[in-house]
Every structure is written in structure tokens, then in C-alpha cells.
């Protein structure tokens, strides 16, 4: 989606929304670090979230990269900065091109600073001049299919603003009219360049207008995080800095913490004074920090950490290709990464489901990379890594880890639990000691309001509901007498399956059973997780190959630990069990005297 | 479907199937009372039903008219009889192409009696010589599109029986062999001409098995309706008639009410014998006759008026075309034969739905005519047509037929009320006499068990719900007033229109409200009614047109009444009103102090 269309419907809609920019990190356990901050910070909603072009193109492909993965990923609408320095047509036709595949619609088109010790801007050749120019070849070569954004500067470029820190009148103005010119020429929104006045930026809003800029004029907010880096940052940008920012600064220069706090004082009193003028949009540079940008946002009343609204249970794609996905095999609930990864080449949803799809170009496990963090690796070392002396053992690192004692899971790509598993996690913990390996669960919910914090989704006036489900390996002997037991809990259905795709179940090979399901005003039932043999039987292979490839393997070749965990691989089953009756149901009945 | 399939399906399951054999009627009322009959019968849920092919041809069109309204109006699996007779094989390839293009698949497959008049079966020029042919050829041109059924004569067929009554061992082995070259031909199920000795039945079953014939053979019931319809039938048959029969028979021959109790009796004990033989189907020759035939089946505890199970909240099309249909507009909720009748051109279900198509092939309201029996034509004529002084005589017109005082209603086909509506019908009955005439509603249903017997359907284990629904026509003043009073019910969505189309709704043009919907074990959720402005849109005109199209035109030109109903038609709006929260909502509450 177009990020002016999601401004122009919060805009109807009275809402204030926010957005994050980000720039790529130098090392690979920076962009790891930066992937799980932006996750974060996506799940509080921002409209989206931009990545720069590094000055002279230096991180090209490293943008491009993170661009993609942003967009798919962690499924936030993502707009890429892309410059004109050093960039023939050839190389700015390339990057479109690649985001254009990648269901990426939003660009930020600049001019671009001069490259790292070159002085001035120089055009290349073949390339362009300025940013008016970029706009104009987006527009001729990709028709609408961009959202194409411009700088604003509510002072005048830095390059006309002189030494005594001021542009002139005219200069000013034209870099006013250029501006308009970009927007005529198909930019549809402005994000200001960084101010730290705020009547500045009010009266460039007004100035805009008067000269006929119609689009909407997102002001960018950058938090003070450190000293330095604000005044090297204002310096190079030739920002007006108001002598009560120095002055309140002075004093505390030195101490960091107290920085930060008048940073985050700051901004949030500027975006109070933004939004009393009716400008319902913020920009928020975090320089790839999470906690300022964050705690101003809480300020000011746009964010809550009890209050994560989901619009479905798991979070929505953004790419313009996927955007109608609705539905989910429930497998994959804590692996969601993992999903989207491997399903990433299924352009056509809500028709890419198992059933049609999955022959057709569903990923390998090992094209599954930048979701393992190197530091889960190394809590799941800490954490699972540890020597296993019997079965037991194994059955007690599962019941641990329900209990909340431990905080990673090969087979999760999450810090810990899901808030609902908390409301079962006694009863997970016991069938674990009883060697049922849940690996995956879901507490049965009928009729929950739609907004209630745990298991709520989709906005408020809605009803939610959830077929209680468990995940577990267990062995051939535990699962026949389950099996035996489940005769006696008519409302139970189960699919077993294991490595050697041996198969027991009790439904139809092509029963597809919603598990999570909600009802709201005048909309039709949305069903976004469901159960089914046939993408069942394509996850079982990622769910064994988890006990060798990221269990197995934190041990040395040889292990006896290393040699249960293959043992237990290649002799359990892999269980999916639902209790279809969410009324008056209890999954865990089955469980209790075996 | 094909009924073999069907028959198939039951075995699997153990389940008991059964269906009922009509005749064209002579008469137009005859046909109407037949429609009416069958609609009735249909709701047992029969396997199929199928309708024959009179003497010599003599009914071609009506059969070809009546097994289509079968199938796609009454909504049951039809199976077409089609002789030899006097059909050169173009009339065969149009009957055939004919029901063909009315998505039937059935064919009972003969060659007919000769025709009145005619001692002998005389094969036409270009014509069939018998049912073997005609089942070849039906093989050759339509491929496995039709299911063919052919009969099988348990005391071999009626010319080879000899005048002591006895066909001769010779002949009937040889009509066994010619049995099983018409299944070797391509016939997949054999129904049998009536019997009235069971041990018969069963010996013809063992000989048809011994020579190699696998396919279900039904057996052909005709319950004894009368002594002397009887007696023709069993001698135009050359049927044997076992002795205590005859002697039950004799002494109450003039007592037709006796004879009809028999007829049951000794039908119910024939079946329960078939049944013991592990014969599941059972073929009942209804003669166009309803009590005999039904309560056979109660007695062998194959249906009960109690317990009519629905498999959607409304009947399943069986049309090739059509079967998938799974969702339909709740307008048409008490009109669903003009409902099938007007989108009988719509053949991609579910995809046909209002907003895809509704510009295609909605036929007109005057296409709609056989649902319209003239029975009810009286009923309206008496219950509506009284001379109505004001607008006050309307709305208690409305009232009595929502308190069940009325039984025939202008918006409505069905006798009387739908019984769940009986459960708010005493709140219907005062938002009526307040001046909201309501021609259509639902109580709401929060998670009701899926086979109570008011408001369940689909089957044990699952859970059904609705959002209560009402839809009634008042005047602008009123309506203003209820929308006013909206406000305070967040829960409530309206849509309301007048004859010229203005408008006024608190929903997008593009939302689609399931009303009904139900959740069951290993099933995605099932939703097959929902409220959405487009079909509103369509049906606004039907709903309008009834006030003088249906209830106006019950006056003489000129009459007082028609004036008050036409001022009606042309000042008010028709309102469709939901209620979302079905679970804590109270739909009326918004009427209180209107």
C-alpha cells in the first residue's frame, strides 16, 4: 500500500499516526540487532517505516536488503530512500526494479549528500541532478505504482543556508518553488528534514500552502539522544537550534542519561505543539534507537505496551503481492518468519493456501537465515545445550520452558511464551513431564471481546473465538493409548504423522478446520488460522528436522546427548490435536490419567 | 450429483437412504398440488426423487418441465424415467440434452410400455428396441455425465410372464442376463418393479449376485392405497400376490381407510425385512401420494417431523451447476423459490454472488410463476384482501400474521410462520402495530447446539449463531426516529431505501454481514447468510413491486384499499436492521418508546 493512502485514510479516520526511520548498520550483529529492534517497534502499529541510502550509495545493496526484508518479513509498509549520487539510470532502474519485486511501493526520492570526502554534489554521467529529476523518471518509468516522498526543509536546503546559519529570503522561497515542483512533478508527501523549532516548521507548513502544496507535510522529529551526535547532526544539517535547548543542554552535556531525558521531554512537548495544530502525522528519526523514539510516542498517548492492537492473529503482510493473505496454517504460529520466508515466492493470496500451492515453490529450511539471531543462538546454547542424560531430561527442558524458566525453543522464534499459552501453562507443563512435547498451543476461547488485551484482535465491537489446540511429539506407545482414550472425547481430532511419514488421524485428508475465528459489525466471519492435513504434512518436515539441525547441533559430533535427541527424532510422532468443542471442552481431560 | 454417488456415500456411513417415485398429474391444480406435495416430502430429505415418462411419451414436455423444477426449484437430486416409446433418437438426444442443461444427472432408462391403445412395444423408425440400447447409447453420447438406473423385474419382465402368473424358469434367467448386460453396458443402480412378496425380492437380489451383477439394487415399494387401484396395478404388472394378503385384503376391500392402514402396515413390515437383510435403499412408488408413503418411513424410524435436519438454513441446490452455492442474501429468506427462480441463469457458484453478478441474468419477477399456486393465490385473497380504511388496518394485517393469526403473507411463499420465528413473535407483533411492518427477521442466536431442532442445521457437533435480524417497511417520520435512536445502540447497522432509491445507511456500500453462521468439528466456519447492500439494492424492487403486484391487485381497479396500499408503496422505506452483538444485544430494544 501506498503510504499516502494509509495517511489519507488515518486522516478520515481522526487518527495520529507515526513512522520510523532507520539507517543499515555496519555489521552483521548490527542489522541481526536492528531486525529484532524494528520488530519490536513494529508491533505498536507505526504507518511505516523508511531505511536510508547511504551518502553516495556506499550501502546500496545492503538497502535494498534490509528494504526487502522490512517489507516482508517484519511486514511493515517500508519506503526506501534511494539518491542520486553516483547513481547512473541503469543502477536507479535496478533498485526500482528489485523493490518493485519485492511488493515494496514506497520510495523517498533526494538528490542525495555528496559522497564521504567529496564536498559538493556532482552529477554523474548518465545520471541526475537533482531529486526533481528522480521523481520525474519514477513517474515516467513505473506510472503509479510508487508512492514517491520528498525532502522538505523547513529552513532551505542546508546548501543554500549561509555561514551565519540563516538562507536568505529568496533562497528560501526557492527552494519553496522547487519543492512544489517536485510534488507537481508526482511526489505525493513531504517528510521535513529534522528542526528542533517548532514555529519554524509551522510556518513552513503555512508557506507550503500558500504557494498551493496541497499534500500532506510530515514533520521529522529526531529525539536527542547524546550530546555529540546532536550537535554533529545539527551542525552538518545547518539545523537552527532555539537558545532554550542550549541552554537547558549546558548543564548536563556530560551526563547521557539526563540528555536522553530532556531529549525525550523535548520531543514530546514539539509533537504536542504539532499535533494542537491539527498535522496528525510524525516522522520519528530514531537513528536506530528504540527507547526515545518510543517513549515520546507513549507521552504522548499514541502507544501502549498493554494495549497491542492485532488486526489478526498473526501480524499482516504488507507486500503488495500478499496483502490479501487471510489465512495461516496454525503450525507455524511461533515460527512465523520462518513461514513467510518459505511461502515468499506465493504471490497469488487468499489463493496461495497448502492445498493448491504447496508443490509449487515453497522454500528449503536452509534459505531460512537472518531469522536466527546470533544471540537466540546463543541463549538456545546456554538454555538447551545441556548435557541429556535420559528421555526425561528432554521431557523437563519442554516442561521448563511452559513453565516460563526458560526463555528460548528450537522450535520458537520468540522470546519466550505467548501471553495466552500463559493462561495454560501449568496444564502444558504437566503433559510434558508425561513426555507429550508441545511444541505449539492454543487455550480455548469462546466469544472473548475483540479488543481484550490477550486474545483479543481486529479492533473493538467484535467477538473472537479459538478451538483449543495442542502440538506435541510423543512416542508410537503414549500416542496409541491417546488415540484409545480419544474414543471417549467425541469432540477431539487429531493428525499424527512421524519422520517416516507413517500416518494416524481421525479426520479427512482434505478437512480444513478454522481454529481462531472472529465476528464483527457487518463483515463477514474472518477464519485466520486453520488446521489441515495437507500443510500439516509439509511443516511435520521442518518440525523433525528442528531436533537435528538447531537441537541436535549445539552438541559435538558424538555426544550421547546428540544421540537421544536423534533417537527421540526418529521414533516420536509429531501430534496435532484439536478439541472442536470450545464451548464446553477440555483438551487436557484426554491427558489425565495416561 | 449422481444418486449413485449418493447411495455410495450412505453405505459408507451405514445410513438408511430412501425415495419417493411421482407422475406427471393431468391437470394444471393436479401439477401445483404435486410442487406443493414434493416441497413437502423434499424437507424428509429423500435421496432422490424421480418422475416418469408417461405411456408411449405421452407427458415428454411436462416430465422434461416438472423434473426440472425438481431439481432446481424444489431443490432435490431428480432422476428423469425416458422410454423408448415412439422417440426416434433426436427426441431421446433432446430430453436428454435438456435436463442435461438443467443440471440433472439421473436416468431411469427403459423401453417403455406400449402406448394407450397399443398391445405391443413397437420399435420406431430410428427408434430403440429396448432399454439396452437406449442405455448404450446414453453411455456413447454423454460419456459418465448421467447417472443411469435401470429397472429390475423380481418376477422377470411383465411379457415374459406367462397366464398362470409365472414366468417360466428359462425366461426369467434370461431377463437376468439381460439385467446384467444393461449394468454391463454402462447402468450403475437397478430399481425393481413393485413386489408384494419380500422373499421374491430377496431370492431376484441372490440370482443378480450369483450372475455377477454388483451394483445397489433398490427395491420398488408401492404402498396399498385402495383395493381396486391395487388390483389394476398388480395386474397390469402381472405382480404375485401372496395369499394373506389377499385374505387381509378381502374383508375391508370397501373400507378404503382400512385398506390404507393396511397398505402401510404391510409396507413397514416388507421393508423392516428388507432392511434385516442388510439392503439399505428403499424406492417408495408414492402414486403422487404423501401419508402412505410417509408413514412407512416413520414407522421404520427413517424420518420424524420433530426432527427435520437441515444441512444449511436453507435447501441445498442440487443442480451440477449449483451444488456449491454457500452463501445467499437474507432477503429472500421466505422467498427462496423466487430466489433460485431469478438466479436459475447463474451457474458459477459461490462465485455468483450480487456483487459479481447481478447485472448478468437476474430474471424478472415476471419470470417467476409456478411458485404462485393458486391455493395460496385464495388464502391471500381471503386473509389480505379485506377492505383496509387506514393505515392502521394495514399494520394489524401485519401484526396478526407475525402473531400466527394470519397464514398467508404477500412477501412471503411459505404457510405460515418459519418456527423460529415463533420465538420473537410476540415482539414482532408490537414493533408491527407501532408501524415497522417487518416481512422479515431472525432471532439471534449465540452458540445453540447444531441439531436443536428450531434453529439448528448441518448436522450433530457443531455450534450455530445469527445475528438478530429484522427488515420492514415504514414511513420516513418513523425512520427518522429509529436512526435517531441508533445512535445510542453502537451495535445496531441499518440500510434503508425507498421506490426512488434514496438511501440511508450506516454501512459501506461494500460490506457483507453474516447473519447466520456455524462452526462445526475439522470445518472451516460455514456462513451461508449474509446482508449486504448490493443484493438489497436488487431486492428492494421485488419488495416494493409486492404491495401492488401482489396485495393491490387483489382489489378492483379504483378500490379504496388499492389507493391506501399504493400511497404506502410510493411514501415508505423499506429498513434492513441488524443487530451485531448477538450475544449481549436486544434487537427490539431500540422500538421501546417509539
Given amino acids: 500500500m501506498k503510504v499516502i493512502e494509509k495517511i489519507r ?21 548490527g542489522v541481526d540487532n536492528l531486525f529484532e529492534r524494528m520488530d519490536r517497534m513494529v508491533s505498536h502499529n507505526p504507518s511505516f517505516c523508511d531505511i536510508t541510502w547511504g551518502a553516495g550509495g556506499s550501502t546500496a545493496d545492503l538497502t535494498l536488503e534490509i528494504a526487502n526484508k522490512m517489507q516482508n518479513i517484519v511486514c511493515v509498509e517500508s519506503m526506501m530512500h534511494l539518491t542520486c549520487t ?22 523517498l526520492a533526494l538528490r542525495g549528500d555528496p559522497p564521504h570526502g567529496q564536498d559538493k554534489f556532482v552529477q554523474i554521467q548518465g545520471g541526475f541532478a537533482c531529486a526533481l529529476d528522480l521523481v520525474k523518471h519514477i513517474r515516467e518509468k513505473y ?31 526557492n527552494d519553496l518553488a522547487y519543492l512544489k515542483r517536485k510534488v507537481d512533478t508526482g511526489a505525493d508527501l513531504i517528510i521535513t528534514q529534522l528542526f528542533y523549532d517548532t514555529d519554524i516548521f509551522l510556518k513552513f507548513v503555512n508557506d507550503c500552502r ?36 542550549t541552554a537547558a ?3 548536563i552535556k556530560d551526563n547521557d542519561e539526563a540528555v536522553r531525558s530532556y531529549g525525550i521531554h523535548l520531543g514530546t512537548e514539539m509533537c504536542k505543539k504539532i499535533l494542537a495544530h491539527g498535522i496528525n502525522t510524525l516522522h520519528l528519526y530514531t537513528l536506530n534507537m528504540e527507547k526515545s523514539a518510543l517513549a515520546i510516542l507513549k507521552n504522548l498517548g499514541l502507544i501502549d505496551d498493554n494495549k497491542i492492537s492485532r488486526s489478526l492473529p498473526w501480524r499482516r503482510p504488507t507486500n503488495i503481492h500478499r496483502v490479501k493473505e487471510d489465512v495461516r496454517p496454525i503450525f507455524w504460529a511461533n515460527r512465523p518468519k520462518s513461514y513467510i520466508s518459505r511461502t515468499i515466492g506465493w504471490e497469488q493470496y487468499p489463493q496461495g493456501r497448502w492445498g493448491d500451492s504447496c508443490n509449487a515453490s515453497y522454500g528449503a529450511l536452509t534459505d531460512y537465515q ?23 531430561d528432554i521431557h523437563e527442558r519442554f516442561m521448563n520452558y511452559c513453565l516460563g524458566k526458560l526463555k528460548s525453543n528450537p522450535w520458537s522464534e520468540l522470546d519466550g511464551l505467548q501471553p495466552e499459552t500463559k493462561i495454560i501453562n501449568e496444564q502444558l507443563g504437566n503433559i510434558n513431564l508425561k513426555g507429550f512435547l508441545t511444541i505449539n498451543s492454543q487455550p480455548a476461547v469462546n466469544g472473548e471481546k475483540s479488543d481484550s488485551p490477550v486474545v483479543g484482535w481486529g479492533g473493538p465491537g467484535g467477538y473472537v473465538y479459538q478451538k483449543a489446540y495442542l502440538e506435541f511429539f510423543c512416542s508410537r506407545r503414549k500416542l496409541e493409548t491417546l488415540i484409545e482414550k480419544c474414543s471417549n472425547f467425541p469432540s477431539l481430532t487429531y493428525m499424527a504423522v512421524n519422520k517416516d511419514t507413517q500416518w494416524m488421524s481421525n479426520v479427512g485428508a482434505s478437512d480444513v478446520n478454522a481454529v481462531t475465528w472472529g465476528v464483527f459489525p457487518a463483515k463477514e466471519i474472518i477464519q485466520p488460522t486453520v488446521v489441515d492435513a495437507t500443510s500439516f504434512f509439509v511443516w511435520k518436515d521442518e518440525a523433525f528436522e528442528i531436533w537435528s539441525r538447531v537441537w541436535a547441533s549445539l552438541y559435538p559430533e ?13 521414533g516420536h510422532f509429531l501430534v496435532s490435536l484439536v478439541d472442536n468443542d470450545y464451548v464446553n471442552g477440555d483438551l487436557f481431560a484426554v491427558f489425565s490419567d495416561i
Same sequence: chains 1, 2.
Fill in 9 to 29: 485514510d488515518s486522516t478520515l479516520d481522526g487518527r495520529v499516526v507515526f513512522s520510523f526511520e532507520f539507517f543499515p548498520p555496519k555489521t552483521e550483529d
Fill in 86 to 107: 553516483n547513481m547512473p539510470v541503469e543502477k536507479i532502474n535496478h533498485a526500482l526494479d528489485t523493490i518493485k519485486s519485492n511488493g515494496i511501493q514506497n520510495v
Fill in 143 to 173: 506510472g503509479d505504482y510508487f508512492g514517491i516522498t520528498v525532502a522538505g526543509y523547513p529552513e532551505a536546503h542546508p546548501d543554500v543556508i549561509s555561514e551565519n546559519g540563516v538562507a536568505t529570503l529568496e533562497a528560501y522561497q
Fill in 210 to 245: 500558500q504557494i498551493g502544496i496541497k499534500c500532506p507535510i510530515v514533520p521529522g522529529i529526531m529525539p536527542i539522544n547524546n550530546y555529540k551526535g546532536f550537535l554533529r547532526m545539527t551542525g552538518f544539517c545547518k539545523t537552527k537550534i532555539p537558545s532554550e535547548i
Fill in 249 to 251: 543542554l549546558e548543564p
Fill in 370 to 392: 537472518f531469522m536466527r539471531p546470533r544471540s537466540r543462538d546463543k541463549k538456545l546454547q546456554e538454555e538447551w545445550g545441556v548435557p541429556l542424560r535420559s528421555i526425561e
Fill in 558 to 570: 558424538g555426544d550421547p546427548s546428540r544421540k537421544l535427541l536423534e533417537e527421540v527424532q526418529s
